[in-house]
């Protein structure tokens, strides 16, 4: 069978340089198993230097390379191009976060504030860390599900998504409530997720999400954000900080 010529739709644009984004064209020959992010690396040594987008790992690892592929915010390097028929693909940024160039954005400032704001980072037990201390065994049942929130790469789908997130900079969004319940539940941290009902609980956080889940649909690592967000919501709505406005 003769190899299908693919068209490109890529969004161009430098944010440094001035001028207006445009959409520009480009076609390429597909070969056996061609990824979204093969094809734009062939696309920028062959046809246009200037072409601007990221990727680390092209495993599906690291979620530099997340960009909007014919309108579904996903990972370049875990999207095949033989899935797009008739064959005409095109690539937009994500949105809601800064624009680099072309495909490139800043989400790594993104996740940095995020976590911050979070103080997403083990608060230990007793305060003191001892390296020489032996190492609390922990459920495996909750290793597992800490384990599970772990496997986030920060990619931002879930953020580009969201229409809240899209709508206001200031919501935690989906990653932001992974974090969360990931540090909440981990037994080696001193915080309750009383400890974190100022930064989602209120239209910030849970209690603002649409219940929509374009985070779980958008999601490259299939993280379960229903079922996440419900859990915070139930516990939060239980807050010993929500009760005590209300005394007996
Ligand atoms: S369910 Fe909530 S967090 Fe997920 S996309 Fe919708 S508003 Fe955003
Ligand atoms: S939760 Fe999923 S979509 Fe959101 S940043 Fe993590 S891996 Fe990406
Ligand atoms: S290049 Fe690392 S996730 Fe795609």
């Known amino acids: 069978m003769a190899a299908r010529t693919l068209t490109f739709s890529i969004f161009r644009h430098d944010p440094q340089g001035g001028g207006q984004p445009v959409m520009q064209d480009y076609q390429l020959e597909e070969t056996p198993g061609m990824t979204v992010f093969i094809a734009l690396n062939r696309l920028r040594e062959e046809q246009d230097p200037s072409l601007q987008f990221d990727f680390v790992c092209r495993a599906g690892i690291c979620g530099s390379c997340a960009m909007v592929i014919n309108?579904?915010?996903?990972?370049?390097?875990?999207?095949?191009?033989?899935?797009?028929?008739?064959?005409?693909?095109?690539?937009?940024p994500l949105p809601g976060f800064e624009l680099i160039g072309d495909l490139s954005v800043n989400t790594g400032k993104f996740m940095r504030a995020l976590s911050e704001r979070l103080a997403a980072w083990l608060h230990p037990q007793d305060g003191a860390v001892d390296l020489h201390a032996v190492e609390a065994s922990m459920d495996p049942d909750l290793?597992?599900?800490?384990?599970?929130?772990?496997?986030?790469?920060?990619?931002?789908?879930?953020?580009?998504?969201?229409?809240?997130?899209?709508?206001?900079?200031?919501?935690?969004?989906?990653?932001?409530?992974?974090?969360?319940?990931?540090?909440?539940?981990?037994?080696?941290?001193?915080?309750?997720?009383?400890?974190?009902?100022?930064?989602?609980?209120?239209?910030?956080?849970?209690?603002?999400?649409?219940?929509?889940?374009?985070?779980?649909?958008?999601c490259p690592k299939g993280i379960d954000h229903a079922g996440q967000i419900a859990y915070l919501r139930r516990k939060l709505a239980f807050s010993r900080k929500v009760w005590r406005l209300f005394p007996a």
């Not at 309108?71 to 937009?92: E, M, N, S, V, Y």
């Not at 998504?161 to 200031?170: E, F, I, N, Y």
């Open 71 to 92: 309108g579904k915010p996903t990972l370049a390097c875990r999207t095949l191009t033989a899935r797009f028929d008739p064959p005409h693909i095109t690539l937009l």
């Open 143 to 218: 290793a597992d599900r800490l384990y599970e929130a772990e496997r986030c790469v920060e990619c931002g789908c879930c953020i580009a998504g969201c229409a809240t997130a899209q709508m206001r900079d200031s919501f935690v969004g989906a990653v932001g409530f992974n974090k969360v319940a990931r540090f909440a539940l981990d037994s080696r941290d001193s915080r309750s997720l009383d400890d974190f009902y100022h930064v989602i609980g209120s239209e910030d956080g849970v209690f603002g999400c649409m219940s929509l889940l374009g985070c779980q649909d958008n």
